[in-house]
């Protein structure tokens, strides 16, 4: 075998393997199926539908329908196992079953359990394609997790159109809880093929929407129905009464049609009928528990309940052990094993005792005594209720519709997740240096201390069940309250890293957003406790001030620090979130630069996070000159990624962009974009955030074409990788549609500009920059394009975003759009006093606030003034305080004489022109400079940032009457 041929084949094996951790290896369905009683569902097989079904006969699923109990479930698993052994082509079954919890009623993960299935299926051309398939995605969503449900719901349809045959079985379908119709069409195409088979299950089909028709209704199978009922029943008595047919056989038979006789030609109240027959022994008394047997499932289940409490009522003790195991069961978000619900069980608020002392010994024996005739023990020691109607009994019986059950949870993964071992600083500690520390700063001897199953539920969705409960009793708010501010909460924080690796700040950020609306609903007193305003910021101050003062590794201390200025950067939601991750990462870098080397890999992480922070507060100049030389330090130091030294690379040209130099931004940018393609392709994430910047340049210098180019080039990519909801094709989409509106080209401007505006109303709210962003970009465009109702209409819809109060150039182009859309309005007056005040506000002792967007309020509002044949000399001082002498003079605290006025002018139009040489050229020749070359500085973070110095000339409207 040759070299190259051993490359190609490690390369392919490592491929498969990045893949299949992408998409996991657990569809987690064991379980799911319903035994199938030997004899019984074979006269399917029998009827016509079944040969036409199978031969793709039917040009849509073939949908079964039925009442709950009816022997829905029991069929298709019959069904299921019939063509796993007769029938060479996969068989991909799933079942959204109520009692799996909400996380397995979704249908993401009904379609990520398809992908689990059939990709072992891969095979020659299938293998190929389906692997490109999902890289296009792996390339920008962290875990298939990320993927949006339409995004998700296309990719496995794509992926099905590459094997040749298959069956599809789904069971359940109105007990899924999202989009039900738009699966069924799902389902529909996917049949279409004749050599895919595609069944299906539901009470209802009115609930999958107007095109599913059932081709099977099991209340018409009625003599079909009742031989496997009968089937079931002689079965179900003789394993519960161990009955032999040959010793009593007028017993059985007695008995058996006796209990069909009280079914109502139900499966499941048959199953729950026999179930009651436990511990009697007698013809008898059997005859008397169904003659005194309820007509509907709940007084079946109260009579069962009232069995087992018989049995227990020498033992308190397991009674409240059965309750609060289906207490447990009956709100978890996913199902719960035997390990989690013996450590739940266990776990105490005294948070110093060994909560192992209460293990119960033999738990599976203890929940099949306990609660045996209510929940099914799946082969991977997962339980949930046997049926729907089982949990939603107790929860009515029991819990008050889930409150109680969601309290008794809540408490017990607070309690899990702030055990001693998780409250120790040195847990967190540890973790910290493992996901943030390069790899020779690790310790050779970290200990694997893994987390227990319950407390991986507990920290994966405690805060799903704490947000469930209205009023909150002030124990749990206390106990909450410590765990947000102890460095349990650092534990909690960095485990979640490990749990789902790929997520980011994800659950970090859905956690701190659910609390803070539940939080927002209560109380002051308890909105004190939990303190949502110094989430995250608390902890991890704590833990610095804890490792500073008993550490003896001065670098550990820092680590808080960090991990905190990364939240606050990604998480932040105002002008002070991003204030603060500044000011934390600066300590950070001041404190480790004291103690590590300049070309510490460490200490290089450090910089390059605190040099991001540059860039909202303008500190262009400031950050090209320290980036060039961590550049050059990433370079020289081993192990240091290609990806870090790319994405300095792109804060540089980003830099030069800010600052106006054009020219070697191109350089950087091309360079940079060869690098990535080189290593990664065309359709990697970062090569088009390069692509994104290099539009960014393009518009700068007025070189529109080839910026609609490349913005379109993105969008294409980034709309086959990740799909057309997701938020950088989004950002893509608001980019494009600036270009065109600036080109005049108003039709497409809207459709992308809408779009943009749309998603990120979606993903974000208009008191985030980057979504503000977006509504200012539309607004330009209707003002452009004429219609200046809907224009003024938007920005009343988001004056009110916080960012207008920390942003004055955000603020300067909301009023700039609004007084230009009011001129053409004919609100002449009111707009230029308006224009006049926003200038003014930025001159004399206020010069510093001087920004890009007043540079193009100054012309435009000239250009007006003019037009309506003021004086000339009012307009032309719009361009004051703009340039000076470049050899001071005696006199350059004078009033500025009209003639340099007009040459501030004629230079700043040169430069809103992309004539920036020519404005130079002039300046110079007439001995003068910008006062403050910061004037020109771009918007860089957030974005795309409205850029106006190319925008349609105004029109002034007839003046409206005052009344």
Known sequence: MNATFVGETQASVADELLL?????????????????????????????????????????????????????????????????????????????????????????????????????????????AVRDLLGKKKAHYPDIHHCPYPELLGLVEQVLKHYPAYCLIIDGLDSCVTDRPSFYQFLTNVSARNTVAVMATCRNAESLGSCAKPTLDLETCVEERRQDLEIFVRHAVRRQMDVEPEQHPTWLQTIVHNTLAHSQDSFLHAKLLVDLFHDRSTLREILEVISRAGRCYNAYYEQILQSSDAKLRDSLSRIERRQNILRLLAVAQEPLTLKQINEFLAAKDDVLMSNEDDFVLNIAKEVEELCGSFVTIASSHRVTFFHATAKDFFVKRFWAAGDEANLYLARKCLYVLSQPSYRHPDTAAKLLRQHLMPRELKSANLDDDSPSPAYRYAALYFYRHVTTLSSPPSDLVSRLGRFLQGTEFVTWSEFTFEFKPQNGFGTQIDAQSSLSKWSATLPPADQRDIQMDQYFVTAHILLSSILGDDSNNGVLQYLPR????????????????????????????????????????FLLQAKASLLQEYFWQKRYSEALHKLRRLYELQKEVDGISPDARFVTAWMIAAALIALGQYAEAETIISETLEQVRELYTEKYRFFNTLLLLDGTRLERVNDLVKAAATY?????????????????????????????????????????????WGGRQITSNISVNACLDAALQLAALYRDKGDTAECLKLLDSVHRSTVFEDDFERNCQL??????????????????????????????????????????????????????????????MLFSELVIPITPTEIQDEPEMPAQLEIAERALRLVRNAQFAESEDLLQREGLRWLRPADFYFLIQGGPALDTSVIAPVKIGEAKQIA
């Open 712 to 756: 379109s080039a993105a969008l294409e990519t980034m709309t086959e990788i990740s799909g057309p909801d997701n938020t950088f094709v989004y950002i893509l989409r608001t980019a494009l549609g600036a270009v065109q509106r600036k080109r005049g080209d108003y039709v497409l401007a809207e459709e992308n500009l809408l779009k943009g």
């Open 562 to 601: 960090m991990r905190l200025g990364d939240f606050l950067n990604a998480a932040g939601q105002s002008m002070k979130d991003l204030e603060d991750a500044y000011k934390q990462k600066q300590i950070v870098f001041n404190g480790l630069s004291a103690l590590l080397p300049e070309k510490d890999p």
């Open 815 to 876: 009023v700039h759009i609004r007084n230009l859309a009011r001129f053409e309005e004919g609100e002449y007056a009111t707009a230029k006093h308006s224009l006049i005040e926003l200038v003014n506000s930025a001159t004399g002792k206020d010069r510093e606030r001087n920004n890009r967007e007043l540079l193009w309020v100054r012309i435009d509002l000239a250009d007006v003034m003019r037009q309506h044949g003021d004086e000339a000399g009012e307009a032309l």
């Open 20 to 128: 299949t951790t992408w998409i996991g290896t657990d569809p987690r369905t064991d379980g799911m199926r319903k035994p199938v009683v030997s004899g019984t569902c074979q006269w399917l097989c029998r009827k016509p539908l079944w040969g036409l079904w199978l031969n793709g006969g039917l040009p849509a699923p073939f949908l079964i329908t039925g009442a709950s109990g009816s022997g829905k479930s029991s069929l298709v698993s019959f069904v299921v196992q019939e063509l796993a052994t007769s029938s060479p082509q996969p068989v991909l079954y799933y079942s959204f079953s109520e009692t799996w919890g909400p996380a397995y009623c979704s249908l993401e993960q009904c379609l990520i359990s398809i992908l689990v299935q059939i990709r072992p299926h891969d095979c020659g051309t299938a293998r190929s």
